[in-house]
């Protein structure tokens, strides 16, 4: 069982834009709940745990592969991000949401099993795979 703390947290204060991790080259095992899934058969081990939330406060960029800052962080935050945007069919990972955002998904299992109003609030920062999925229907 992972604890609270072993989660990435914010050792200084970050602007919506600023850069707050890369997540590396590092390759995952795909039935590795640690993952962070990037194309169908491509998934990458980040090299810290980040926490999801349906609100998060952080988002992947596609392009350069960093965790941004969504918004301003503080000092101490823990660092957070959807993990809709990055993993479509994750049962191996399936979770019970816990986030308390009022826009709360409930149980996570990948944005492939999620509501079409839930994905409608994500799909802009989903990841190229995943908009293509949606695509393809």
């Known amino acids: ?3 609270l703390n072993e989660f990435l947290s914010a050792s200084r204060d970050y602007e919506s834009g600023q850069v707050v991790l890369s997540l590396g080259k590092a390759q995952a095992a795909s039935n590795d709940p640690r993952r962070i899934q990037v194309t169908r058969n ?6 810290c745990l980040i926490r999801h939330a349906c609100d998060p406060n952080t988002q992947i960029d596609w392009g350069s592969l960093q965790l941004k800052a969504s918004r301003c962080i503080h000092d101490g935050a823990l660092i957070t991000y959807h993990y809709g945007t990055s993993e479509y069919d994750y049962t191996i990972g399936s979770f019970k949401c816990d986030c308390g955002s009022r826009r709360c998904i409930g149980y996570f299992r990948g944005f492939k099993y999620m509501t079409s109003a839930q994905r409608n609030v994500i799909i802009d920062k989903a990841s190229p795979y995943i908009r293509d ?3 393809k229907g």
Do not use: A, G
């Open 1 to 3: 069982m992972i604890k």
């Open 42 to 47: 491509v998934f990458l081990l980040p090299p």
């Open 133 to 135: 999925c949606v695509l």
